[in-house]
């Protein structure tokens, strides 16, 4: 099983806050079958993402925590104008260690006016944004149906906007929410292939 989400990397965000905390989540996490997790800091207003400070922390627990679970580097990239813009010039620093898939996060009261123009950009240039927390999004279901023709369709399997949803395990809300938006036509639940998105942050 291959978590891409979690807030694993201490210190750095609203995760854990001591490596004691980091290692005692990927302790649970390999009990839970956990064989991969994608350390996913946030990219914000709040927290600078530093990508080669971050991979630093990556090895770092790697070798305090062991072998189980696997650990690489991705984000949680906000969607404000300055990160937008960063990532199509340097879409590599954003992504889930050497793969294209970017992990996003949109704001709950606004949606940037560029979106669509934004995501086509990114999927034409072959990366495959993946919308974190859709179901608990306020606003994305009235966005959905209103712009899914003009978001840009998969090519083939892989590619295209995909949705990291944990609806099918939360509430009656969330999984209602997300398959709201999957009928609108923007996402793909990627809830399958032994994929999941926990949005870890702790150990509770």
């Not at 990556?58 to 991705?74: F, I, K």
């Not at 938006?181 to 292939?193: E, H, I, K, W, Y």
């Amino acid at each position: 099983m291959i978590d891409i989400h979690c807030h694993i990397l201490p210190e750095v965000d609203d995760g854990p806050q001591s490596w004691e905390i980091a290692e005692g989540m990927c302790r649970m996490a390999a009990k839970d079958g956990i064989t991969h997790m994608v350390a996913t800091p946030h990219a914000n207003d709040r927290y600078y993402y530093d990508r080669a400070y971050l991979l630093n922390l990556v090895e770092q627990l790697q070798q305090r925590a062991g072998p189980t679970p696997q650990l690489s580097l991705g984000c949680d990239f906000h969607l404000s104008y300055e990160n937008t813009q960063a990532a199509m010039q340097t879409p590599e620093r954003w992504c889930i260690a050497n793969t294209r898939y970017l992990l996003v996060e949109f704001n709950n009261f606004s949606i940037p006016q560029q979106l669509d123009d934004w995501l086509a950009y990114m999927c034409e240039r072959d990366n495959t944004p993946i919308i974190t927390r859709p179901e608990r999004n306020p606003i994305l279901p009235r966005y959905c149906p209103a712009s899914a023709d003009s978001v840009p369709r998969p090519k083939s399997s892989g590619e295209g906007i995909r949705s990291e949803c944990r609806a099918r395990l939360g509430g009656r809300q969330s999984r209602r929410g997300a398959e709201q938006q999957a009928s609108g036509g923007l996402t793909l639940v990627l809830s399958c292939r032994g994929k999941i998105g926990r949005d870890a942050h702790g150990r509770s």
